[in-house]
């Protein structure tokens, strides 16, 4: 990942990356160095923990693309931003059948 590093972006939108990174704790907390003081951090993965996915198991869609390195729940997603220096943030499953799983981090 490169960015200008003389920038603070006020908004950092990571939508459906951190399930395709090696090492997610050390990618999130990469992330925060770019962020401004007030800024935001909004992180988007497949939930592995809806009701859909644990129907449906490993032909759940999200579950196929081999790429897909580590698959995140509420209490998995929290424990990454945790452990990364998140203290701030909110996680709401969203999607037709709350597939998906959004965390807005703040800072300041």
């Not at 401004?36 to 859909?52: H, K, M, Q, V, W």
């Not at 998995?76 to 807005?104: F, R």
Request: hydrophobic residues 35%; aromatic residues 10%.
């Amino acid at each position: 990942m490169h960015f200008n590093d003389n920038l603070k972006y006020d908004i950092t939108t990571c939508l459906h990356v951190i399930e395709h990174v090696p090492n997610p704790i050390e990618f999130a907390a990469k992330v925060i160095e770019y962020v401004s003081d007030r800024g935001l951090i909004i992180f988007a993965t497949p939930n592995i923990g809806c009701e859909y996915a644990e129907n449906l198991g490993s032909e759940w869609s999200a579950c196929g693309p081999a790429d897909h390195l580590c698959l995140y729940n509420n209490t998995t997603l929290s424990l990454v931003l945790n452990k990364a220096g998140y203290t701030d943030y909110s996680i709401i499953e969203t999607g037709q059948h709350s597939e998906e799983l959004i965390a807005v981090c703040k800072f300041g």
